[in-house]
């Protein structure tokens, strides 16, 4: 059984590397007692994403639903024989990973199967099942079933959660609104995206950064560092959206470098031995 939860778990860490070098260097800075469940967590939010954004030639109503049905099953039994769900199961049982943040992740993306402009209370919803739920989901593997520090951080790991996802949303604006034709930002007119509107969001996804740090420095040590890496991707990410003029953002997605992040990487381990994170 050892050998069958390790090669699930190897499944797993290959879709991170596979789908996200951000991640998956982020992931690497962890303490190694970290790094199987986190990256069984991003594997099974990646597979259920990909079912609802690529698989166009089959029923992803279906699939989306095989998806959930074996999740909470696999959960229940302690195993299952598809290794994603297999890790994930294990993850969720081991740390007490609360249901209700499971299902907020499966309902989000099963709205993306149809839901194509989002409302106030809907993008609230949206935001959280397919963003701040990971991260609190995260949290529990950071905090290692101390209650206590899980509430005390629960607020800034939807921070940082909602930051990443906004952040998304704005650098995928064209293929979401040209391809898919979803608008996630409530109210806004993408055939109209202005500089103020564009400011707007901005001034939002800044505020969820700024709570969000404030959580990553009571990070146990071990988490730390990985995280901050997350962060520190990311708000490079928006800067360079920041000023990225909004017809150009409506035009072309805008990306980090690989070079970029290796050098953000390399500042943030200085960081952390001059402890100044």
């Known amino acids: 059984m050892n050998l069958y939860d390790e090669t699930c778990f190897e499944c797993s860490k290959l879709i991170t590397q596979k789908y996200s070098t951000s991640f998956s260097l982020g992931i690497k800075a962890f303490d190694a007692d970290y790094r199987y469940p986190i990256y069984a967590i991003y594997g099974f939010v990646r597979f259920a994403d990909e079912i609802v954004d690529t698989f166009h030639e089959y029923d992803k109503v279906r699939l989306i639903c095989n998806f959930r049905r074996e999740t909470f099953k696999a959960i229940e039994e302690g195993i299952s024989l598809n290794p994603v769900i297999h890790s994930f199961q294990q993850v969720v049982n081991r740390y007490g990973i609360d249901h209700q943040l499971i299902d907020a992740f499966l309902r989000s993306m099963e709205m993306d199967l149809d839901q194509k402009v989002y409302d106030g209370d809907e993008y609230n919803a949206y935001i959280y099942g397919s963003a701040e739920a990971i991260g609190l989901m995260c949290l529990r593997v950071f905090a290692n079933n101390d209650d206590d520090l899980y509430h005390a951080l629960l607020p800034q790991a939807r921070s940082l959660g909602a ?11 064209r293929s979401d609104f040209e391809e898919r034709g979803r608008t996630y930002f409530p109210g806004v007119d993408f055939n109209n995206f202005t500089e103020q509107v564009k400011l707007n969001i901005q001034a939002n996804i800044q505020s969820d950064f700024d709570a969000a740090f404030a959580g990553i420095k009571r990070l146990p040590v071990g988490a730390r560092l990985g995280v901050y890496i997350a962060y520190t991707y990311y708000l490079q990410l ?40």
């Open 238 to 277: 928006f800067k360079k959206i920041k000023n990225t003029p909004a017809n150009v953002i409506m035009q072309k997605r805008i990306r980090v470098s690989d070079t970029c992040k290796i050098g953000l990487y390399v500042k943030a381990v200085l960081q952390q031995k001059l402890n100044v994170i």
């Open 163 to 173: 930051a990443f996802q906004k952040v998304n949303f704005l650098r995928d604006i």
